[in-house]
């Protein structure tokens, strides 16, 4: 099993920005790929981005290309996500997801592991 624990998420007003963490713990050496998807109330859960564990291969949306940053510290084997130029399109719950098959991909479904989200609100 593997443990996903995001924090950094909040209140924040366009243009600003906010710096997502997510830390896993346990079977970690099973891991592929980590990824962030977000999901507004009412709305499908989205892809934002995902990162391979040891290469550090990423992949975007569209929406947050240029805006958007995701790294990771294999070491301490936590994934981030920069968020710059937030919009209040960006509000949403952000949620960290962990994949054991070795493929990325953006489909939520493909993902093993999930955190318990973080709130991140854009006010305009």
């Known amino acids: 099993q593997v443990q996903l624990v995001e924090s950094g998420g909040g209140l924040v007003q366009a243009g600003g920005s906010l710096r997502l963490s997510c830390e896993a713990s346990g079977r970690t050496f099973s891991v592929y790929a980590m990824a962030w998807f977000r999901q507004a109330p009412g709305k499908e859960r989205n892809f934002v981005a995902t990162?391979?564990?040891?290469?550090?291969?990423?992949d975007y949306a569209d929406s947050v290309k240029g805006r958007f940053t995701i790294s990771r510290d294999y070491a301490k084997n936590t994934v981030y996500l920069q968020m710059n130029s937030l919009k209040p399109e960006d509000t949403a719950v952000y949620y960290c997801?962990?994949?054991?098959?070795?493929?990325?991909?953006?489909?939520?479904?493909?993902?093993?592991?999930w955190g318990q989200g973080t709130q991140v609100t854009v006010s305009s």
């Open positions: 997801a962990a994949r054991t098959g070795r493929q990325l991909t953006t489909d939520w479904r493909e993902y093993d592991y």
């Open positions: 990162i391979t564990r040891s290469s550090g291969r990423t």
